[in-house]
């Protein structure tokens, strides 16, 4: 593809938000389905998920692809805590872990009033060191990226587990299946996607707005973003708070006003995206069998 063919600018403010000599560069491609990157910044490295193949890869700069994990009990969704714990979903344990330093798993986050999740499927932490998480049964349909169940639960919801304390609470219980999220930059927001449209075609595809209330208590919820084509998966936040998210046709970038400003294409259906490299400009973008890179002229949001 000819240099800058895969920018599609659709608001002139996408311009400041690109770089026009950068491209789209194909860095492993031996997945079933990649998803769930995460920027370990004191590594210098990446971490994925490829949930198929029940295990975690990672891609360090001159060196390469190497496996991070397997089995990875079919972890789908990852971040990171404020001490830069990896905290992963687990389809296949339907639950959300913590990697310590020492390499051995903490549970976060197993069941909701003596019931199973369904199957986590993303996370973020908030400053506060809660545990957002989205618990739609994707992993548990099938036999493929986890283990066909039941669903124990009464819906999909959202929740916020607070290690801390012990506790998991219900924040939003209104999804057909939600699927990513993100806080804006200052915590006062929180965007979760809906991919219902994934298993009907009148289903949402859609990122949602939450006011973010003092004690963690959600509020509003109004439709941010209409996504197609395809379904908004898994999306990061920059520091203006423009959210960068999948798509069925790459990578499109929304203001924090809602207005699509453009879009990056990606040959394969894409699942999700993180910002890394030493200065958060570089964008990371799992899709389907593959792990892609860009540099931008933004600067991701997540710490650490
Ligand atoms: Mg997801």
């Keep these: 593809m000819p ?35 995460v920027w370990f910044a004191d590594g210098g490295y990446v971490v994925w998920s490829d949930a198929p193949n029940n295990r975690m890869m990672r891609w360090i700069p001159e060196c390469g692809v190497d496996v991070f994990r397997a089995a990875s009990n079919f972890t789908n969704g990852n971040t990171r805590d404020r001490e830069g714990r990896l905290v ?21 986050a197993e069941r909701y009033k003596g019931r199973r999740l369904n199957s986590p499927n993303d996370v973020i932490v908030k400053s506060d060191g809660t545990v957002w998480f989205s618990d739609p ?34 924040v939003a219980d209104d999804f057909v299946k939600p699927n990513g999220l993100a806080f804006s930059p200052d915590e006062s927001l929180l965007y979760v996607a809906d991919s219902g449209v994934s298993h009907d075609p009148d289903g949402p ?8 209330g003092k004690t963690g208590k959600l509020s509003g919820g109004r439709v941010f973003a209409e996504v197609s084509p395809g379904l908004p998966d898994g999306f990061r936040v920059d520091t ?18 809602g207005a699509l400003l453009g879009k990056i294409h990606i040959p394969e259906t894409t699942a999700n995206v993180t910002f890394g490299g ?3 400009n570089r964008l990371f973008i799992t899709a389907t069998t593959s792990l892609y890179t860009v540099f931008v002229g933004a600067t991701g949001a997540q710490r650490p």
């Excluded at 992963?88 to 976060?108: A, K, N, Q, Y």
């Excluded at 986890?146 to 506790?167: I, L, S, W």
């Design 3 to 37: 240099l800058g063919e895969e920018f599609e600018f659709i608001d002139r403010r996408f311009r400041d938000l690109t770089v026009p000599i950068a491209w789209v560069e194909r860095l492993f491609d031996g997945c079933r389905w990649a998803e769930g990157p």
């Design 88 to 108: 992963s979903c687990e389809h296949g344990t339907r639950r959300v872990t913590r990697t310590e330093p020492d390499g051995t798993l903490t549970v976060i």
């Design 137 to 170: 049964n994707y992993g548990i349909m099938s036999n493929y990226e986890g283990f066909k169940a039941e669903m124990e639960q009464d819906g999909c919801y959202v929740f916020r587990a607070d290690p801390a304390r012990g506790t998991l609470d219900v």
């Design 205 to 212: 595809h859609h990122i949602r707005a939450f006011r973010v």
């Design 240 to 257: 203006d708070g423009n959210v960068w998210t999948s798509a069925g046709d790459g990578v499109h970038c929304y203001a924090p006003d």
């Design 278 to 280: 030493p200065r958060r």
